[in-house]
């Protein structure tokens, strides 16, 4: 037998297998005697339903591994003994649920025993931070959508729409959907669309995680779709916020109502689950559509500065806007969800999916397409699918095969031209679609007339507005998968020792292809003539390109999919990984301990010598030269992982970790396409983003010290201290060329940023008591580096100081996304099926307090543009040494259930996002601290010649575009926190 394992141990570590995870939980407890006490030995602990179950051993302690994260029934029985079935037990991924049983003698009248069981307030197995929301806890939050719901936990910030933990930067994160990576290669974040209502739950880990889990150094976010049951169910939701009921003419009348705009919100969810033939096979599906009209509401004021002309362009424009939501942003998709569970003991299968598909508005939004009613459109699509096998080959041993496929797509468009972009600058083509080119009455006086000639913008006192009719959208496409596979293999050694052994192998294919400039290609195609350098048109057309500056791989030069070898070819990297972990669980102590090995290939090239491009590009055409570069090298490193926990007693547990972990940052700091980078070189200090090619993974060290205090039977408290030192985190350089290249200095990226954040989060749980039932969290961080993300010294790399013309700046200041303060309070009361009046059975008020003390920033004064570009501003303190205003929003939500026969549940409810309408200052200018003023206005040695030469309306015009509708504002968010948003919900279920 032990050379079995051997054998075992050996295929697992030496096969690579994916970034996915295990899933699982298992059940753990003891069965004895009522009376006496005594261990039931052989007593039967089964799960009802299923073919899971176990016998008890000489101690009357029984295991059942390989659950699914979910709500069970358990039943112990045992000969002599009366059955006792205990429902509501929750198993939550990669934890123990301990159940125990005491079983009456058959003696002892007491009538058919069924106990419904009650939420842990204190998981003693945890070794880290761990915390989860449940498919019930979903349900009864005032929140709608999967990243507001994250938001909530302890130690996450939610900064203008994107997740960091601890302060790690926004690609240190790690997604998991049913253990399959789901995070966004190239950006950070996650890649799938999710459905809250598919939801069994969603478990964050900040930090700590064994050695499982890489590729992530901040925190893990995973999430785990729902079972079907032993019973057929059904539901059907709707939700909107047009609680006006108002119709789609009506759409931007600029009216609230009770305090709020109709934002276009309309969702409906559906979901069917239950056994399919029998017990052995069950199934869940939930399809989920979404509309938006504004799916990013701010408090837009609206304009009514009425006819405004301009005497110089001979331009006019009515300027009138309705208040409320944008025009030219909408967006719908739809969601399949899915997961099937069949059991032919002793194998377990387990196939699940995600698919969206939706299409938005695509350049037909802000107020500088105020005229604009021609809309690009953004066609997209993610998903994510697995297929799980776990063979149970003895009661302490069982083995999981997996298999995962990522999707994420999209291709942006101008409708009636799609991917014919040499016709987007064609009057001729652009007819065809339905749309005629304008002109303005200066290109009338001037004779600007022609086929091929582009629309001018409308100019009202130096502002640009587009046309109608002009192009909306460029075309550009990305597409990105990829195939993944695991393999990992659980056995226990005597009671203590759980081992783990896996390896894990994720191989992406990524494409991309854009270009600049398309609606001048029509004309300058219109002009080709044949000559010795260009002796055909695709010959022309291709220099065209790569004189534009096209980004392309996975794609040719012309945007046609290309998947064979040289400087058009897709992508390919590889992440590979191979752990070993052993659990070992006494009575008063629990450890896991574990090493990982990491493999990275990014699959890249990089100069031969970063001095001379010309190496690697032809200077005059920009063509690449293949022997100018090198295959970046593969890296490999190996983690160990260590977490101890300490149940000092049933109601205190203490816990320690430490744990190294290693991660390739964002690929868009190294993925770049060839000919698009030759084109940025050649621009000397002015690139917009430059890559990096050869950019190795960072490294994190993290040290997490955590107490757990149970202070009554339904009330737990949490209190963990952590520490994090990074390295290695990317940052914006600039290479020095050799004097005789024909190239200038150029900025790249490279390693070399570092970071170091602690901070103590709390927690306090209350299961419901006496209809109440609240969770708290309170963070309090300190996250200090030398950049937040890799361009953060754009503005100052290159630029002169003390007759060096080149530095980088190395002094520690903290984070942009860095919040001193952060917390949420949730109170639910709510009635029971058979509680209270008969008028308030199962009504319920869920009520959310959310605050924040703000974030860094630092003011500077500057030229006009210098809100937007950190190279045109001067700072006037050290870096980051202000903080925005601090935040505070309450939430709320009412429902009510209606019984309907003896099946049907109707619930009705009213949910509130920002009850009180606070106008939460979420950034500012840089120039004032403020989110009303600019500082241009009011500064003569900005203003003064424009108001002499536009006159008094210039002011109203300039306030109105850059305060109210923050045009001037340039920090990459929104300079407010939502508006309140009233919606209603009906939900049907069976």
Not at 74 to 85: D, E, F, K, M, S
């Amino acid at each position: 037998m032990q050379r079995k394992i051997f054998y075992l141990l050996l295929l697992f570590a030496l096969v690579p297998v994916l970034l996915m995870a295990g899933t699982k939980g298992r059940i753990k407890g003891k069965v004895v005697d009522l009376q006496t006490g005594e261990a039931l030995i052989g007593a039967n602990v089964y799960v009802v339903g299923s073919s899971s179950g176990a016998n008890t051993d000489a101690n009357g302690e029984y295991l059942i591994q390989n659950m699914e994260a979910g709500v069970y029934t358990l039943r112990a029985a045992y000969v002599g003994y009366q059955t006792i079935t205990i429902s509501n037990i929750r198993v939550n991924a990669d934890l123990t649920t301990y159940v125990n049983f005491e079983l009456p003698s058959e003696d002892i009248q007491v009538g058919t025993v069924e106990i419904v069981a009650q939420k842990p307030i204190i998981q003693k197995d945890n070794t880290n931070a761990v915390r989860i929301t449940t498919n019930e806890d979903i349900q009864a939050l005032p929140v709608r959508g999967v990243n507001s719901i994250i938001s909530l936990t302890a130690g996450v910030v939610n900064q203008n729409g994107n997740i960091y933990i601890r302060g790690g930067r926004l690609d240190e994160v790690g997604y998991y959907l049913e253990g399959v990576s789901v995070a966004n290669p190239i950006s950070g974040g996650r890649g799938v669309t999710v459905a809250q209502d598919a939801l069994e739950e969603i478990q964050v880990q900040s930090g700590g995680y064994t050695a499982e889990f890489g590729n992530a150094n901040a925190g893990i976010i995973r999430q785990q779709f729902r079972t079907g049951g032993n019973a057929f169910k059904a539901s059907v939701e709707y939700i909107t916020d047009n609680i006006g009921f108002k119709s789609k003419d009506q759409a931007f009348d600029g009216k609230k109502t009770l305090g709020a705009y109709w934002w276009g919100y309309n969702e409906t969810s559906a979901t069917i689950s239950g056994p399919l033939f029998d017990q052995r096979f069950k199934f869940f599906g939930n399809l989920n559509y979404v509309y938006n009209r504004d799916g990013n509401p701010q408090p837009w004021p609206g304009l009514n500065l009425g006819i405004i002309g301009d005497p110089t362009t001979l331009d006019t424009i009515n300027f009138v806007y309705p208040g409320g939501p944008l025009k030219g942003v909408q967006d719908n998709y739809y969601t399949f969800t899915g997961t099937l569970n069949m059991d032919f003991k002793p194998v377990i299968v387990r196939l699940s999916g995600t698919y969206t598909t939706g299409k938005q508005d695509n350049g037909g939004g802000g107020i500088f397409n105020i005229m604009q009613t021609r809309r690009g459109v953004n066609d997209y699509s993610n998903g994510a699918f697995s297929v799980k096998i776990t063979h149970v080959l003895s009661p302490s041993m069982f083995y999981e095969l997996s298999a995962g496929y990522y999707l994420q797509a999209n291709e942006g468009y101008t409708p009636g031209l799609g991917k014919d972009y040499w016709s987007y600058g064609d009057s001729v083509a652009n007819a065809a679609a339905g749309w005629t080119i304008p002109r303005s009455l200066l290109d009338a006086q001037t004779g600007r007339f022609g086929r091929y000639l582009t629309p001018t913008t409308y100019n009202i006192m130096g502002f640009t507005f587009t046309r109608d009719g002009s192009i909306p959208a460029n075309y550009g496409i990305n597409n990105r998968n990829s195939i993944a596979l695991n393999g990992a293999l659980s056995f226990m050694l005597g009671k203590a020792h759980s081992f783990k052994v896996g390896g894990e192998y994720q191989q992406y294919t990524i494409r991309s292809w854009g270009v600049v400039g398309q609606a001048g290609l029509a004309a300058k195609v219109a002009n080709y003539k044949p000559s010795p350098q260009y002796p055909t048109l695709d010959a022309y057309k291709r220099q065209l390109l790569i004189t534009a500056g096209v980004t392309n791989y996975g794609y040719d030069v012309f945007g046609n999919e290309y998947s064979g070898d040289g400087p058009d070819a897709p992508h390919k990297p590889v992440f590979a990984s191979a752990y070993i972990q052993d659990r070992i669980e006494y009575e008063d102590l629990i450890i896991n301990a574990g090493v990982r090995y990491d493999y990275f290939d990014i699959d890249n090239l990089m100069f031969k010598n970063p001095k001379r491009p010309d190496d690697a590009y032809d200077v005059t055409s920009g063509e690449v030269k293949p022997d100018g570069w090198v295959k970046v090298p593969t890296f490999s490193a190996v983690s160990p992982r260590l977490g101890f926990s300490f149940p000092v007693t049933d109601k205190t547990v203490f816990h320690a970790q430490f744990g190294k972990f290693i991660q390739q940052p964002s690929l868009n700091t190294a993925y770049y396409g060839y000919y698009r980078l030759g084109f940025e070189i050649k621009g000397g200090f002015f690139i917009p983003q430059p890559a990096g090619l050869n950019i190795r993974p960072t490294r994190t060290t993290q040290y997490e010290l955590g107490f757990t205090q149970q202070l009554t039977d339904f009330m737990s408290f949490d209190l963990t201290g952590y520490y994090r030192d990074i390295k290695d985190q990317v940052q914006y350089k600039n290479q020095a060329v050799d004097k005789n290249s024909a190239f200038q200095n150029y900025n790249t990226l490279q390693n070399g940023d570092f970071a170091t954040t602690k901070g103590i989060e709390i927690a306090l749980n209350m299961r419901r008591y006496e209809r109440i039932a609240l969770n708290a969290s309170l963070s309090f961080q300190d996250a200090r580096g030398t950049g937040s993300n890799p361009y953060s010294n754009n503005g100052v790399v290159g630029a002169p100081l003390d007759g060096v013309t080149v530095f980088y700046p190395k002094y520690v200041s903290l984070l942009n996304y860095n919040q001193g303060i952060k917390g949420n309070l949730n109170i639910d009361y709510r009635f029971g099926q058979n509680d209270g009046p008969a008028l308030l059975h199962e009504f319920g008020v869920s009520f959310l307090a959310t605050f924040n003390n703000g974030h860094p920033y630092t003011r500077g004064t500057g030229a006009l543009n210098a809100e937007r570009d950190a190279r045109f501003r001067t700072p006037i303190e050290p870096l980051n040494a202000s903080t925005t205003p601090g935040e505070f929003q309450v939430d709320l939500r009412v429902d009510k259930t209606i019984r309907l026969f003896d099946k049907l549940a109707l619930n009705v409810y009213v949910f509130v996002i920002n009850l009180f309408d606070s106008k939460n200052v979420r950034n500012v200018f840089l120039r004032t601290g403020s989110p009303d003023d600019d500082a241009v206005i009011t500064n003569p040695e900005l203003s003064q010649q424009l108001i002499s030469t536009y006159g008094p309306r210039y002011i109203d015009l300039y306030k109105a575009l850059n305060i109210d509708y923050q045009a001037g504002y340039g920090g990459g968010g929104n300079l407010y926190g939502p508006p309140r948003q009233i919606r209603l919900g009906i939900r049907l279920e069976y």
